[in-house]
């Protein structure tokens, strides 16, 4: 008697095992999912952010050209000069595009 029943706690705790294992790696794939998805509309952001900027100083430099002044260039440099510090170069346009164009293949 004894036998019967631990042969039957070990047939459910292997059912319940079974079911588990698969609920276990979708959570975990699902979380992943969605990190990746915060991810790329962070990035979404940024690009749109960064395009802003661009087109910002394309309209100063503009503006500037007609004025005879210096162009986008020399206006950096004083940029980096009174921030003390230089852009990393990490984020370019062309960097975070590839980015997102990788984070969605996956």
Partial sequence: MEKILMIELIKAATGIVQALIPTIGAIF???R???NQVLIESLKTALTD???MLIVE????EQNRES???GKNLIRQKAKEE???APSGKF???KIVTKIQSLNKH
Wanted: net charge positive; charged share 20%.
């Fill in 29 to 31: 794939i699902g979380k």
């Fill in 33 to 35: 999912l969605i990190k």
């Fill in 50 to 52: 960064l395009n802003f």
């Fill in 58 to 61: 394309q309209i100063y430099c």
């Fill in 68 to 70: 005879k002044l210096t």
């Fill in 83 to 85: 921030a003390g510090y």
């Fill in 92 to 94: 370019s346009k062309s």
